[in-house]
């Protein structure tokens, strides 16, 4: 669904947004502040549930009332989210995404949620979803329309913040679909950030700036990241293991340009997880997991929490590998090395820890083998003298003490990936273990 961002809108509705846009310029408290973004928020990388690539914009609730965006749909998954221990492992913002509003907005120029769909309104929904403990996180566009044609936020950029503090919304998606220039669009998104502080709600302010901007400008990265708490640099996610690939291909390919600027408040955000829903096979999803625990990515499921697996549901609430994810050092892992088909990514944590993914590429035999001599780790730190091996993926077990010089054998299925996480052990600790271990 993902839209060029360059569409021919009237007149009238251009002429609004050059206006806007010399009124920016023009009164110098519009301008960009030094301050950024400092809203506090997304410390972790932010986790819960987003609809879009599960629901879409099924707006039929007639024929398929389970499944069309309504606040229906938000309660239930709300509700199973506080109650089958999706919240208890941090998943905390339940987000909707396009296709919520009514065509038209009200006569006071406020978005308004459509009444058929959301009867009680986004406000009561909200109150909803606090009840149960969590979240509510909500979609709007920088431009003249959403990317399924709903009314855009240009020039209602303060109106639609507070509109949306008012209902005590939570999070903030901004689209960049149909928007007429690129200054619109970076204006638009600093805009909004600022209108969002502005209303002093707690607002966790999510990005598509880079990835409407990357065809005509190079992003600015330290810009981006004063101003959003994520932001996707990439096309949408699909449910395939083509669309997983692209993702990680186009990550690694850009590693250099993106890890450094992630970091506590502002992280790259490579879109969904797709897990529990139809095109990925276990070790696919295992894929998934490990790689965005590597790379700091907000983990937003977007899958049907009421009828998914229980293999599903043991790899999203994996507690160590969410810890890898939310790890409080807050750098990005990168892709150290490709060979034969394997691709070796590192993340530093915590306590000089590291993670450790291999992925098998090879989407033909079975099983292939990989040998990482430990030096190659972590900058030749990860394993030094010595380090005690998990490993949390596909299989949950210690693989023991390792010495800096040894290495380690893995088996890996097509298309999967094995996680390790490494933790550094002083001499005296290895020998001790060493001993007990014998024992
Ligand atoms: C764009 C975004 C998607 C989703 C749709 C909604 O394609 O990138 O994540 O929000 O719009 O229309």
Redesign the pocket.
């Known amino acids: 669904?993902?839209?060029a961002m360059v569409r021919p809108v009237s007149r009238v509705l251009r002429l609004g947004c050059v206006l806007a846009f010399c009124f920016q310029v023009l009164v110098p408290c519009g301008l960009p502040g030094a301050w950024g973004l400092d809203n506090g928020l997304a410390m972790t990388p932010t986790m819960g549930w987003l609809h879009?690539e599960r629901f879409m914009?099924n707006v039929n609730c007639q024929e398929e009332p389970d499944s069309c965006i309504s606040e229906k749909l938000f309660q239930q998954i709300a509700e199973i989210m506080a109650s089958d221990g999706w919240k208890d492992v941090g998943y905390e913002y339940i987000c909707i995404?396009?296709c919520w509003m009514a065509p038209e907005r009200d006569s006071e120029g406020r978005l308004q949620a459509d009444p058929k769909r959301f009867p009680g309104g986004i406000h009561h929904l909200a109150d909803y979803v606090h009840s149960k403990g969590l979240k509510l996180g909500i979609?709007a566009d920088v431009g003249n329309k959403?990317?399924?044609g709903f009314p855009g936020s240009f020039g209602y950029y303060d109106i639609d913040a507070q509109t949306f503090a008012d209902w005590g919304v939570d999070l903030l998606?901004f689209?960049g679909?149909y928007c007429d220039s690129i200054q619109h669009l970076a204006e638009g998104y600093k805009q909004m950030s600022l209108a969002l502080n502005r209303t002093g709600r707690s607002i966790v302010y999510s990005c598509?700036w880079p990835l409407y901007m990357r065809p005509i400008f190079k992003p600015n990265y330290t810009e981006i990241r004063e101003y959003c708490n994520h932001w996707?640099n990439f096309p949408?996610i699909y449910d395939s293991w083509e669309s997983i690939r692209n993702t990680l291909d186009w990550t690694s390919s850009n590693q250099e340009i993106i890890v450094p600027v992630a970091g506590p408040g502002g992280w790259n955000d490579p879109?969904m997880l797709v897990i529990g829903n139809f095109g990925l096979s276990r070790d696919q999803q295992i894929t998934q997991m490990a790689l965005w625990a590597i790379m700091a990515a907000p983990l937003l499921m977007s899958n049907d929490l009421r009828s998914i697996s229980p293999e599903a549901k043991a790899l999203l609430q994996d507690k160590d590998v969410i810890a890898i994810n939310q790890d409080h050092l807050g750098k990005q892992g990168y892709q150290l090395r490709k060979e034969d088909n394997f691709e070796i990514w590192e993340r530093p944590l915590l306590n000089l820890a590291w993670a450790v993914a291999i992925v098998n590429l090879k989407e033909i035999g079975g099983p292939r083998s990989y040998t990482i001599t430990l030096t190659s780790l972590g900058r030749g730190l990860a394993c030094n003298p010595n380090c005690l091996i998990t490993e949390l993926l596909p299989e949950k077990r210690k693989l023991g003490f390792y010495e800096w010089t040894s290495s380690l054998k893995t088996q890996i299925n097509p298309t999967g990936t094995v996680l390790l996480r490494l933790e550094r052990t002083s001499s005296a600790q290895f020998s001790y273990s060493v001993v007990s271990d014998s024992l």
């Open positions: 669904m993902m839209t879009w914009c995404d396009d979609y959403t990317c399924a998606k689209d679909c598509e996707r949408d879109d």
